[in-house]
């Protein structure tokens, strides 16, 4: 049988012993002068070279599996030019056989990052894991056998392989090159019920293993069904970094981020704007939530000077079967997308592009929907000949430096108008029909910020499935309100569910004079936007889709941070930058805005038994302004009827502060992963928002990987293992030992916290 093991260790990077996967971007030191600028967080550019030495395996086939390295790569065994790929995130295998010799073997594999590259924070080097894959001549080959659902009343899934087989699935067997199964009694693939069947696949003495789901997924202007089942998309866009880890894909923080999402009530993802990671795809299908998985942000025309644009006509064909090679067997996997906010389609050849495309993808998998994240508004104005990005790279309206000076009432007056703005941005006759031909080669129409075509779609086009691909996430109540009215909009999926590296600030709600602006300076460095911060702390927007969604099993309360004296500049990309806290020593006295999140008619609010105020909901948030005085802050939500329907409360710290070292699981294998939040909490264990001091953290039986807060705009960086918290919170990433006891320790110089996790 191939054996797969895993190749992540000892390698060298430019001559430095690394473990992979590894960002080799995240360590390097930032500058205003970067040729990325903002949207890469002024990180440099570079040459990268990994290197590697390896006895030759014992086996006749050996295959490299590379799950993606950022960019360019060219993979060299032994000296020679054994494959690679172009693009930074498509995953590729490299047959090594011609190229091995008896004894030591040398692995070397270059990828460079020439900025200004990407609208966002890319990371470089090979950021993904790396598999070795050995076996005989003849063995089943990885991703070789595709499993696919034919019906589920009854269960009756197909089997393709390249080469003949013999599968046996819950004791059903069959065998040959295409065949059908039923399956009795199965138990079905969904979002409530993510139940996966093992196959195992043997062709003469070899063996291997595959996991798959029955599902059946069936989209029509009647809507998504899922087994049978309308489905309602509660999505949020994803991109791809791992926060304070960089661009470094672990599968422990893939599993996190979702099972995180889940269980503020998402079942969707999309993966912006480029293919996810296997772990994204393994995480997906083991929790039950749905996934887009997207391709690139561009096509043959550069939205950044160095971008994938040059190389997509020659690759992006081969980029979609091998995606496709890869997701065919995950259940999670429901929508492919071609592209985000592409502007070739507003001409013909742009539309026959996509037309090919959606075509290649049908004759891969027949199975699945294809999708595009489409603005329609930049479409109309590209067919009218303003672009919105140069040809050379670029935004035509960047405005680096030229709002600083203007004021923040002024830039918060810009920005409420932007949003709403684009939302209508498409809806006249011509824009209809400038972008019809596109959105009908698709199966499902992806309106990226455009909510004011929802309602008319109906009846300009009786056939056509939409699905919100890229929303604010300020408009969840009245998005979320469409989805369930019309039946062919089938989703909604907001920007973004999670805060991430570069396109720096462009959901800040900034209280520094830098703030005012689209592109902000150095030393901004994270998009400051999400319903999760980069942490994975819930903030005011993940509480109000949850409410809107009917998730919060009682009012949820979050507070705009009381200790700033001057105004924030708003951007338009987040709708509040309320936290679930009422511990801001300090502030006696200042005006803080309360809001509430439920579904209910009313709610009341009460400081320190005493009501303060009465609010009716709109769209399941209730806004409050309050005097600030620590103590308890309760609310209570109230039906139409006067009925109670649910209270709850915050309380604020209580002295003296200390520092708590909290992880998220209290024992961990040899080389696992281990989430810690180090917060500044009061005796009673609370977190205090006003407190915040730089934290040094050390690590015994493991090994720090980092250490940050989700300050947006820091010249801290996440490896040196000391940083300022922000609003009392920060976070350690620590890889276990081989054995022992991990210990996680976080001192201020004055205080310290510890904690012990058992390696098992």
């Known amino acids: 049988t191939m054996k797969r093991v895993s190749f992540n260790d000892n390698w060298r990077c430019n001559g430095k012993a690394v473990t992979l996967p590894h960002d080799a971007m995240i360590q390097q030191p930032r500058s205003p002068k970067a040729a990325c600028g903002s949207a890469g967080a002024f990180f440099p550019d570079g040459s990268f070279t990994y290197e590697k030495t390896f006895p030759r395996p014992a086996a006749e086939h050996v295959l490299l ?50 900025h200004p590259d990407s609208r966002w924070y890319s990371g470089a080097g090979i950021y993904r894991p790396v598999w070795l894959w050995t076996g005989p001549k003849d063995s089943i080959a990885p991703e070789s056998v595709r499993v696919s659902t034919v019906s589920i ?21 069959g065998e040959g090159t295409d065949f059908t199964l039923t399956i009795p009694d199965a138990k079905l693939w969904s979002e409530d019920a993510p139940n996966l069947y093992t196959a195992k696949i043997t062709n003469g003495s070899d063996e291997a293993a595959l996991t798959f789901g029955i599902r059946k997924v069936e989209w029509s202007a009647k809507g998504l069904f899922i087994n049978g089942q309308e489905t309602l998309l509660r999505g949020g866009c994803l991109h791809h970094d791992s926060g304070i880890l960089g661009a470094a894909t672990y599968d422990e923080s893939e599993y996190r981020r979702v099972k995180t999402l889940k269980e503020a009530g998402y079942n969707a993802i999309r993966c912006a704007h480029n293919p996810c990671s296997r772990a994204m795809l393994e995480a997906c299908d083991k929790l039950g939530v749905y996934l887009m998985d997207e391709t690139w942000d561009m096509w043959y025309s550069h939205k950044t000077k160095y971008d994938y644009a040059g190389s997509w006509k020659e690759n992006h064909m081969a980029d979609l079967q091998a995606m496709v090679s890869r997701d065919f067997n995950h259940p999670s996997v429901i929508l492919y997308s071609i592209g985000n906010e592409v502007s070739e389609p507003a001409k013909p050849a742009g539309v026959q592009a996509a037309k090919e495309m959606v ?34 790279g670029g935004r035509e309206d960047s405005n680096e430096g030229k709002m600083q000076g203007m004021s923040s009432t002024m830039f918060n007056l810009i920005t409420s108008v932007v949003g709403p703005g684009m939302n209508r941005g498409a809806n006249g006759k011509k824009a209809d029909s400038i972008t ?16 004011g075509r929802y309602p008319l779609e109906g009846k300009a086009h009786p056939n056509r499935v939409v699905v919100g691909s890229e929303t604010f996430p300020q408009d969840i109540a009245k998005n979320w309100a469409m989805v369930k009215q019309y039946p062919y909009l089938v989703g909604d999926f907001m920007w973004t569910a999670w805060d991430y590296l570069g396109e720096v600030g462009i959901g800040a709600w900034a209280y520094t004079p830098d703030g005012k602006g689209f592109d902000k300076p150095y030393p901004w460095l994270l998009a400051d936007v999400g319903a999760f911060d980069i942490l994975g702390n819930p903030n005011g927007e993940a509480f109000h889709a949850s409410a809107v969604w009917g998730k919060l099993d009682s009012p949820a309360i979050c507070v705009q941070p009381i200790n700033h004296d001057t105004k924030p500049a708003k951007a338009t990309w987040r709708g509040t930058n309320a936290l679930p806290s009422w511990s801001w020593s300090g502030c006696n006295g200042k005006k ?17 038994g005493k009501s303060i105020a009465k609010a009716r909901t709109k769209g399941c948030k209730a806004v409050f302004k309050v005097k600030y005085a620590p103590g308890t802050l309760a609310a209570v939500a109230y039906g139409p009827d006067g009925r109670e329907l649910g209270r709850s409360e915050l309380h604020s710290a209580e002295a003296p502060l200390q520092i708590a070292v909290r992880p998220e699981k209290a024992t961990a294998h040899a080389g696992e992963l281990v989430y810690v939040p180090v917060q500044l909490t009061g005796a009673n264990g609370v977190t205090e928002s006003n407190a915040d001091r730089k934290l040094t953290v050390s690590v015994a039986d493991g090994e720090l990987l980092a250490f940050g807060s989700a300050n947006p705009r820091t010249e801290e960086q996440y490896h040196t293992g000391s940083f300022t918290t922000y609003y009392g919170a920060a976070l350690a990433i620590v890889r276990a030992g081989d054995s022992g006891t991990l210990t996680v320790t976080a001192t201020d110089g004055e205080h310290t916290g510890e904690a012990k996790i058992t390696i098992q």
């Not at 027949?366 to 140069?390: D, E, F, Q």
């Open 359 to 392: 075509d290649y993808l049908h004759s891969l998998d027949a199975n699945r929907a294809v999708t595009g994240g489409m603005n329609l508004m930049i479409l109309t104005r590209s067919a009218n000949g303003k672009g919105v990005y140069k040809e050379e």
């Open 153 to 173: 009343a009854p269960a009756v899934i197909r089997v393709q392989s390249d080469a003949p087989v013999h599968f046996d699935a819950a004791g059903v067997q």
């Open 65 to 114: 599996q590379f799950e993606g390295v950022y960019k360019d790569a060219k993979v060299y065994i032994n000296g020679k030019l054994a494959g690679g790929a172009a693009y930074g995130y498509i995953p590729f295998f490299v047959e090594a056989d011609a190229f091995l010799q008896d004894g030591e073997n040398t692995l070397r594999v270059e990828c460079a990052v020439q």
């Open 592 to 608: 803080a805005v309360v809001e509430v999140y439920f579904d209910a008619a009313s709610v009341e609010l009460f400081l320190n």
């Open 436 to 451: 019809t031909p596109v959105l009908d080669a698709l199966d499902i129409a992806g309106y990226n910020y455009a909510s």
